[in-house]
């Protein structure tokens, strides 16, 4: 019997229902063979029923924010290939082919649809600066394979989903998924893919600057958890400086008078230099500790065979062996 690969295309909602029956009907038409998942993230308008109506299969995450939607998506959703993209209508889902067969040609464990602006006001010039800001940071922190850290229209593997901790709570999640693989040094690829206007009577949720921040500050966590020893080693390095420009002039005295009239300074000068010697040390031992937290998560990614697009076949008889064949994508309660 040959087994098709599995598709499943999972769309984060709240208060949608201007846009999403259009994006299910575009994923469908692109991917017919996919199971199409709507999330419905607490709406209080008709997004379901407009779901429903477009052919999606509709579930329910009533803890707001899309990363919990995402983190619940993933744990629930199985499917060789597993690609997201926002319910508003603003990335072009009749490319969604696109990237699922570059994820299966690759194989790649990500691909991004980078996004390209197709009219003015599609992107607001603060989200415009705050993303490039912060994929710059990414890039110097974990690696230079991403342009648009922050996009919504993405597709995995398997072995992603299965190996993604999936700890963000809202739109924080993108930086989440981006970090996560360029940490594992993951295959990713890009696909140029339009970025355009919210259709009439919908909302953007994102909020420029408390949005940003609360990326920014996911960036610096991740640093702290992801780079310990980095992040410990500048501490560390602070503290230094402010040590010796206390010790010097104590020293100084001493060398040239032989006591040492300024004792509480001297003191705080050597407590300085301790603590960011301790600082230094803990450092390293957390460096040690995410090495081994990376094998693991490593091992778990490698437990999961890569994306293929050929068929798997499932024989019995005389001169063949099983090969196994995974559970399709379905509506797991």
Known sequence: ???????????????????????????????????VYVYDNASTDRTVEVAREAGAIVRQETRKGKGNVIRRAFADVDADALLIIDGDD???????????????EGPYDQVVGARRVTADGAYRAGHAVGNKLLTGAVRSLFGNDVTDMLSGYRVFSRRFVKSF???AREFETETEMTIHAL?????????????RVRPAGGESKLRTYRDGWRILRVILDLARRERPSLVHTVLAGILALVSVVLGIPVIAEFVETGTVPRVPTAILAAAIMTIAALVLLVGYILESL?????????????????????PRYAARGAGTSPVPVRKAARDTP
């Not at 995410?290 to 050929?310: C, G, K, W």
Request: aromatic fraction near 4%; proline fraction near 8%.
């Open 1 to 35: 019997m040959v087994v098709e690969p599995t598709i499943a295309c999972v769309v984060p909602c709240h208060n949608e229902e201007a846009a999403v029956g259009k994006v299910v009907r575009d994923l469908r038409a692109a991917l017919p063979e996919a199971v």
């Open 90 to 104: 603003t990335y072009d889902a009749s490319r969604a082919r696109d990237l699922v067969d570059l994820l299966f």
């Open 183 to 195: 940490h594992l040094r993951l295959p990713t690829a890009e696909v140029l893919t339009d970025y």
């Open 290 to 310: 995410m090495h081994m937290r990376q094998e693991q998560t490593r091992l778990v990614h490698l437990s999961y065979p890569a994306p293929v697009r050929t």
């Open 165 to 167: 901790p999936a700890l």
